[in-house]
């Protein structure tokens, strides 16, 4: 018997409805049309959770030119006292406290991140960031370390800081970068800049400030920043969203530099990105080893030569890539309505960036 016969006779046996799915199942490529049965045009409202359907290189490339390089460096001089010293907190307001230590060491402490630029209105130039890479200490106080906790007590080495400086590249020269207003606990700073040529073109970040509370587990992010000082865009998916006081996490790579980095979110299908975080840290392990007085980059040390200088101790940490903790956007508002008199007071106005579109 012939297909085409074959079909017919079997038509004969079914109703409307079933011959209908028999001429689905039958019919040449049925497969890869469900394949293509997602809908690009689905309009629901809510933060998308599947990868962009559409190229977006576009509207990625135009948002990275408002995500700048931060750098970072602070000067102290520590102060180390001896272990009969005996200096407690009380000790700290004496005149000659530091006639007292044993040593004076300088050193400096460097930190890299990434910041987005916010505004840029007449001479003033905003940007927004991490505190831990914007703001150091001005004190750092070691305590002892003995077996008994009693000794515990008394101070090992006093830090004071000096000088910081901080540095953001690929904007325009004028005044010092301040610090604007800065949350430690939360790890949020704005930095601000008087520029000097405020006719320069410096690219503001466009798009909307979102609603960090309205991610759900899954929902697709995209990351920008500088790890390792490279520019790069990255993605992944949220997890833990509903913790609507606290970080929210993602699986997308993150490594040093990446502080401050943004996260966006796609509502509805590209080009509508909003940001909804900045990248905060990722999860790591800490370990300790001997390090030499100066660091690889300041001198070359011959291995052949024995070594006879200061060593210190040095913070190495390996990271567990794939962890990564975000600071939603929506504790970034709060930050700045609280602190909105004091960076208002500073020539800056920052509402037309964080108003609910």
């Given at each position: 018997?012939?297909?085409?016969?074959?079909?017919?006779?079997?038509?004969?046996?079914?109703?409307?409805?079933?011959?209908?799915?028999?001429?689905?199942?039958?019919?040449?490529?049925?497969?890869?049309?469900v394949?293509?049965?997602?809908?690009?045009?689905?309009?629901?409202?809510?933060?998308?959770?599947?990868?962009?359907?559409?190229?977006?290189?576009?509207?990625?490339?135009?948002?990275?030119?408002?995500?700048?390089?931060?750098?970072?460096?602070?000067?102290y001089?520590?102060?180390?006292?001896?272990?009969?010293?005996?200096?407690?907190?009380?000790?700290?307001?004496?005149?000659?406290?530091?006639?007292?230590?044993?040593?004076?060491?300088?050193?400096?402490?460097?930190?890299?991140?990434?910041?987005?630029?916010?505004?840029?209105?007449?001479?003033?130039?905003?940007?927004?960031?991490?505190?831990?890479?914007?703001?150091?200490?001005?004190t750092?106080?070691h305590?002892?370390?003995?077996?008994?906790?009693?000794?515990?007590?008394?101070?090992?080495s006093?830090?004071?800081?000096?000088?910081?400086?901080?540095?953001?590249?690929?904007?325009?020269?004028g005044?010092?970068?301040?610090?604007?207003?800065?949350?430690?606990?939360?790890?949020?700073?704005?930095?601000g800049?008087?520029?000097?040529?405020?006719?320069?073109?410096?690219?503001?970040?466009?798009?909307?400030?979102?609603y960090?509370?309205?991610?759900?587990?899954?929902?697709?992010?995209?990351?920008?920043?500088?790890?390792?000082?490279?520019?790069?865009?990255?993605?992944?998916?949220?997890?833990?969203?509903?913790?609507?006081?606290?970080?929210?996490?993602?699986?997308?790579?993150?490594?040093?530099?990446?502080?401050?980095?943004?996260?966006?979110?796609?509502?509805?299908?590209?080009?509508n990105?909003?940001?909804?975080?900045?990248?905060?840290?990722?999860?790591?392990?800490?370990g300790?080893?001997?390090?030499?007085?100066?660091?690889?980059?300041?001198?070359?040390?011959?291995?052949?030569?024995?070594?006879?200088?200061?060593?210190?101790?040095?913070?190495?940490?390996?990271?567990?890539?794939?962890?990564?903790?975000?600071?939603?956007?929506?504790?970034?508002?709060?930050?700045?309505?609280?602190?909105?008199?004091?960076?208002?007071?500073?020539?800056?106005?920052?509402?037309?960036?964080?108003?609910?579109?």
């Amino acid at each position: 018997m012939k297909p085409d016969i074959l079909i017919s006779e079997i038509m004969k046996q079914f109703k409307p409805a079933g011959i209908l799915l028999i001429l689905a199942l039958l019919s040449p490529g049925c497969a890869r049309q469900v394949m293509q049965t997602a809908n690009p045009a689905l309009k629901d409202g809510r933060y998308d959770s599947e990868f962009p359907y559409r190229n977006c290189a576009n509207e990625l490339e135009e948002i990275t030119r408002s995500v700048k390089k931060v750098n970072s460096y602070a000067t102290y001089r520590t102060y180390v006292f001896g272990e009969n010293s005996e200096i407690t907190l009380r000790d700290l307001s004496g005149s000659d406290l530091f006639e007292k230590a044993k040593a004076r060491i300088e050193n400096n402490e460097s930190v890299s991140g990434t910041a987005l630029v916010i505004s840029y209105s007449g001479d003033k130039l905003a940007l927004l960031t991490c505190a831990h890479v914007a703001v150091f200490p001005d004190t750092i106080i070691h305590w002892s370390e003995h077996s008994d906790l009693q000794s515990n007590r008394f101070i090992h080495s006093i830090s004071l800081k000096t000088n910081q400086q901080l540095y953001i590249r690929d904007i325009p020269e004028g005044g010092r970068i301040q610090v604007l207003a800065s949350d430690s606990k939360n790890d949020i700073a704005i930095l601000g800049r008087t520029v000097n040529q405020p006719a320069l073109p410096v690219k503001v970040f466009s798009y909307p400030v979102g609603y960090s509370d309205q991610l759900e587990w899954g929902s697709f992010i995209y990351l920008v920043g500088y790890p390792l000082g490279q520019l790069m865009v990255t993605k992944g998916i949220v997890s833990k969203p509903a913790e609507k006081n606290g970080n929210f996490m993602t699986d997308a790579s993150f490594n040093e530099g990446f502080s401050g980095g943004i996260v966006m979110a796609v509502r509805d299908g590209v080009p509508n990105f909003e940001l909804v975080g900045i990248g905060r840290a990722v999860s790591a392990r800490t370990g300790y080893s001997l390090k030499p007085e100066k660091q690889i980059h300041e001198y070359a040390y011959n291995p052949a030569i024995p070594y006879n200088g200061n060593i210190f101790v040095h913070e190495e940490k390996e990271i567990n890539y794939g962890i990564t903790f975000v600071i939603p956007v929506n504790k970034v508002r709060q930050f700045y309505m609280d602190n909105r008199g004091r960076i208002l007071g500073q020539g800056y106005n920052l509402d037309p960036f964080f108003s609910e579109k």
